[in-house]
T-cell receptor, first 119, second 108 residues
Framework: GAVVSQHPSWVICKSGTSVKIECRSL??????MFWYRQFPKQSLMLMAT?????????EQGVEKDKFLINHASLTLSTLTVTSAHPEDSSFYIC???????????????FGPGTRLTVL | GDSVTQMEGPVTLSEEAFLTINCTYT??????LFWYVQYPGEGLQLLLK?????DKGSNKGFEATYRKETTSFHLEKGSVQVSDSAVYFC???????FGEGTQLTVNP
């Protein structure tokens, strides 16, 4: 159990367009989902924490108007990169924490990631 | 704030060698500690975790012990295999502060 999927696995888009990435917990409910960005040969940087039914909490330096996060259900969160530019090209990874007794547990389960290339 | 410092890589070993990847942390309180592994072309997978001091996490022959006195969570394996080649990340807390990652390559 504890499988997280992401779609698409890779996407290429033109500068100025918007791209939506989906993150789904397939076999468990996730009150909290997280979005990370990973640059080549570097660690993951937390972008935002997403709680079902409420606004996401963004990390310092992350533009909330550029990276729109929606967590509409206990199994789905989406990240939309608006007006994408080449510097937004990166590997975007989501994760989800199980819900137990109404609370998030501390173990995160990661999706396989989405490679975004902006031309 | 919380931080994690990992042994710099890359690390290259021969099959059946002993592996240690060092991880130290600074944090308020006593957060859970994790090791995640990222195989080539794949997402991160939880390798093991420990939730309190002196806990030992273990999985697939890997072990790490939560040492409060030295604020460390070093990853060890007695005999590595080629299939262990991956990037290993140490992390702490419920919001996951990650270390820099250590690239491990195991040669036959």
């Amino acid at each position: 159990g504890a499988v997280v999927s992401q779609h698409p696995s890779w996407v290429i888009c033109k500068s100025g367009t918007s791209v939506k990435i989906e993150c789904r917990s397939l076999d468990f409910q996730a009150t909290t989902m997280f979005w990370y960005r990973q640059f080549p040969k570097q660690s993951l940087m937390l972008m935002a924490t997403s709680n079902e039914g409420s606004k996401a909490t963004y990390e310092q330096g992350v533009e909330k108007d550029k990276f729109l996060i929606n967590h509409a259900s206990l199994t789905l969160s989406t990240l939309t990169v608006t007006s994408a530019h080449p510097e937004d090209s990166s590997f975007y990874i989501c994760s989800a924490s199980r819900t137990s007794g109404g609370y998030s547990t501390d173990t995160q389960y990661f999706g396989p990631g989405t490679r975004l290339t902006v031309l | 704030g919380d931080s994690v410092t990992q042994m710099e890589g890359p690390v290259t070993l021969s099959e059946e060698a002993f592996l240690t990847i060092n991880c130290t942390y600074t944090a308020t309180g006593y957060p859970s500690l994790f090791w995640y592994v990222q195989y080539p072309g794949e997402g991160l997978q939880l390798l093991l975790k420990a939730t309190k001091a002196d806990d030992k996490g273990s999985n697939k022959g890997f072990e790490a012990t939560y040492r409060k006195e030295t604020t460390s969570f070093h990853l060890e394996k007695g005999s590595v295999q080629v299939s262990d080649s991956a990037v290993y990340f140490c992390a702490l807390g419920s919001r996951l502060t990650f270390g820099e990652g250590t690239q491990l390559t195991v040669n036959p």
